[in-house]
């Protein structure tokens, strides 16, 4: 870090976890107001008969700790069990136009909402309205659509199965399968790509394999941001061992360091344990030369084992056995050359080597990766190239190995389980004919970035969102937001307020729904709710806080609300199964086999886990073999040819979970009360004739092949020296979502390139004067 000193901008020199984190987590209790509350929430996140944290995706052990949360769990519970409410009284002091003004942490920290509202334009404002008439104009203005398909309907990682089905339901009799879906923007190449390879869109690992595993390959993610409790289980690895490898342009200090709050013994002495043995810091966009150079030493390895005599490095049973398209995959490799390979990763020939021979060495290896992987322009061929590399030594569908797409809302895996996708297959209208008595076009639908252009071209004139903030998340914000303006009808289901509902059509309403912590009280009594972890674990989530508002109704409730008042001669029996929620899994188990005996299954203390074929060596069916695919080139990403553009990926701060700004602070990165900071190389900095401190513009240049300028652009930011690889740059998300074009997206799976963005970055035309 550079000596100058720049304002709320430090290094910070600590483990992750620790005093810090638990000293984190009662400032965010004290500061929501509620501690009684927010207390008692906590002792019942992630236990058997608790709630599943609203944050990320990570499984539970078997046998839950008294505390099994994590600082940004606690942040997350503390965010929807807080005492601070948005009554009417608010937007009555307000118009939506002074609201736009806050920021998103501000809109967000304002509390719970707790009536439902309905804008009217006139006066500018939300005004109160009752469930009653709400659902009635909903219901008459998707009615009144000249096609099914000019409605969308999102759904956020948050929402239940039960109310995800439900949902999905409706929109089918509805007669669209328009569902724009948060895994849209983040793990979306996972379940276009890891199909292809093998047969299914999940991991193939459990909690337990962890256990048992040789090596963990650690590609594009940060565990201590943004699944903290992931940290457990990677401590528990090097503590026995094991080597863990981390791939990542950045260095997070969650895979260099950990301090257990759990362990009294480093608490105490403040100590921590080291997570990584190695860190490889690629260049942004060169992970699949990393890749393609550690199989490249893998073909050479086997081939002089195997010309002295040996079994050869490769599993060479299982390729036969249970693959196929080897040969394609070792012509590509063989014709790649190393020069090509150390170039474009920003690794050294020896680093690329040495990665491989710890895979090599290792009998049984785990592969996690994130969004670091899959938010580029050839996501799909990321995630099959990481396949790929697995599949070389045997290390899918055995114990103690496997491939672990590590996901991030708590039931974004889940949601697609149940039906969220603008991808019917026969089999699901079979299904669901045969269950409800109703057909549904197979016509695809459309996906989150399909959806923003529907918008933006006047072919779609409604939006529902099941929760979410879907106008931050997206990219393009300049294209996104004008878009949504000319929506006849807007529908928000949301526990808080966020900048999506201030972009109101010319119908627009907000429905305030039941948070995870709170209790879930229907017809037939207590509900629970299920949700799928990032490692295909079923299990049940009830609630146990008193409602933040007495006007509250479940998402299961809402959806039923709005199907009742848009399908008066529905075939569904909405209220009965609004009444009792098994009912509800009756119909997902008659729908999709593999959830047989739901309801008694789910009741057992960790739930089920769902048949993922890959994981016993089952590819798709009888005869199907997993498949070697190859990704032409090395270029993830389109490549500028100005010699001066940089590489620039957007990045979540410690504050922050998705698009939910809780502070300004991001600890571990050394950053604190501000997020309009630029992460650079220092000889980057020196090349541009910056220092630290600088303030900067940044222009994109993704267009067309990545070659042609765009008018997106930022003034007025910060240049931070850091340690990132030259060429490498990287700024917050979502602040940085102006820079990527809508039409900036992998082709396969949709997903927007946030990841790799060139850019040009000059001293800034604003303010010359450094901060």
């Known amino acids: 870090m550079a000596e100058r000193k720049v304002p709320g901008v430090e290094n910070f020199q600590g483990a992750a976890g620790g005093w810090a984190s638990l000293g984190a987590v009662a400032r965010v209790l004290k500061n929501q107001m509620a501690v009684g509350r927010e207390a008692a929430a906590l002792r019942r996140v992630n236990q058997p008969t608790g709630f599943d944290c609203p944050g990320c995706a990570w499984p539970d052990p078997k046998h839950t700790s008294s505390f099994e949360f994590c600082e940004n769990g606690a942040k997350a519970v503390s965010w929807e069990a807080t005492g601070k409410r948005v009554t009417p009284e608010l937007f009555a002091a307000h118009t939506v136009s002074d609201l736009w003004g806050w920021s998103d942490h501000a809109l967000e920290d304002a509390g719970r909402l707790t009536q439902p509202m309905a804008y009217d334009a006139t006066s500018d404002r939300y005004q109160p309205i009752s469930w009653e008439d709400a659902f009635v104009r909903i219901g008459a203005a998707l009615r009144e659509l000249p096609h099914p398909d000019m409605a969308e309907f ?273 089999t699901l209208v079979d299904a669901i004919k045969r269950s409800y008595g109703f057909e549904f076009p197979l016509t695809h639908g459309h996906d989150a970035v399909e959806a923003v252009r529907a918008i933006r071209d006047g072919r779609s004139k409604a939006l529902v969102c099941l929760g979410g903030n879907l106008a931050v998340a997206i990219s393009d914000p300049e294209t996104t937001f004008p878009a949504m303006r000319k929506l006849d009808l807007v529908v928000h289901v949301a526990t808080k307020l966020n900048r ?22 229907q017809a037939s009594g207590v509900q629970s709710v299920t949700v799928e972890d990032s490692m295909s674990m079923v299990h049940a989530s009830q609630g ?60 057992e203390p960790g739930g089920f886990r769902l048949y993922i074929g890959a994981s016993v060596r089952d590819w798709g069916g009888p005869g199907r073999k997993a498949n070697f695919l190859v990704a032409p080139g090395l270029n993830e990403d389109p490549r500028d040819d100005r010699s001066d553009a940089l590489t620039m990926t957007t990045i979540r701060s410690h504050d922050q979970y998705n698009t939910s700004i809780y502070g300004f602070n991001d600890r571990y990165r050394g950053v604190n009360g501000r997020r309009d900071v630029v992460f650079m190389n220092a000889a980057d900095l020196r090349a541009r004739g910056l220092k630290h401190g600088d303030r900067i513009d940044i222009e994109s240049r993704m267009g067309t092949g990545g070659t042609e300028a765009t008018s997106q652009n930022l003034r007025g930011f910060i240049a931070v020296e850091y340690d990132i690889p030259r060429g490498s740059t990287a700024m917050y998300y979502p602040e940085g979502n102006c820079l990527v074009p809508l039409d900036s997206h992998d082709p396969k799976s949709g997903t927007p390139a946030y990841k790799s963005i060139p850019v040009l970055i000059r001293a800034s035309q604003e303010a010359a004067e450094s901060v």
């Open 500 to 521: 999506s509902h201030l972009i109101p059509a010319k119908q627009a309403f907000l429905l305030p729904c039941l948070g995870r912590t709170e209790l879930d009280v």
């Open 544 to 603: 146990g806080l008193k409602p933040a508002s007495e006007h509250l109704l479940s998402e299961p409730a809402i959806v039923a609300g709005i199907a009742k008042a848009t399908l008066p001669g529905s075939k569904v029996d909405w209220q009965s199964l609004v009444d009792d929620y098994d009912r509800i899994r009756d119909g997902i188990e008659s729908v999709f086999p593999f959830f047989a005996d739901y309801n008694r299954r789910v009741r």
């Open 154 to 426: 999102y759904t956020s990682g948050r929402t239940s199965n039960e109310a995800a089905f439900l949902y999905q339901l409706m929109v089918r009799e509805f007669g669209t399968n328009n569902f724009p879906d948060c895994s849209n923007m983040c793990h979306e190449a996972t379940s276009v790509g890891l199909p292809e390879s093998i047969g299914v869109g999940k991991g193939t690992v459990t909690l337990e394999d962890f256990d048992h595993c040789d090596a963990l390959f650690s590609f594009g993610h940060n565990p201590g941001t943004n699944h903290p409790r992931m940290l457990s289980t990677l401590r528990a690895i090097s503590k026995r061992g094991a080597p863990i490898i981390a791939v990542n342009p950045l260095r997070e200090r969650g895979l260099e360091r950990f301090t257990s709050p759990q362990d009294p013994g480093e608490m105490l002495t403040n100590s921590s344990t080291p997570i990584a043995q190695t860190y490889y810091q690629v260049k942004i966009g060169g992970d699949v030369a990393l890749l393609k150079g550690m199989m490249k030493w893998l073909f050479e390895a086997d081939a002089a084992d195997l010309a002295a005599g040996g079994g050869g490095v490769l599993d060479h049973a299982f390729i036969a056995e249970h693959t196929s398209g080897l040969q394609a995959l070792r012509e590509d490799i063989e014709g790649t050359r190393w020069d090509d390979l150390v170039e474009i990763s920003g690794l050294s020939r020896a680093d690329i080597e040495a990665a491989a021979q710890v895979y090599a060495k290792a009998e049984r290896v785990i592969l996690c990766y994130g969004m670091g992987m899959t938010q580029h322009r050839f996501g799909t061929q990321n995630v099959q190239q990481m396949a790929n590399l697995m599949l070389l030594r045997g290390n899918i569908g055995r114990v103690g190995a496997g491939i672990a797409p590590i996901r991030g809302h708590s039931n974004v895996q889940g949601d697609r389980t149940v039906g969220i996708t603008e991808k019917p297959t026969q």
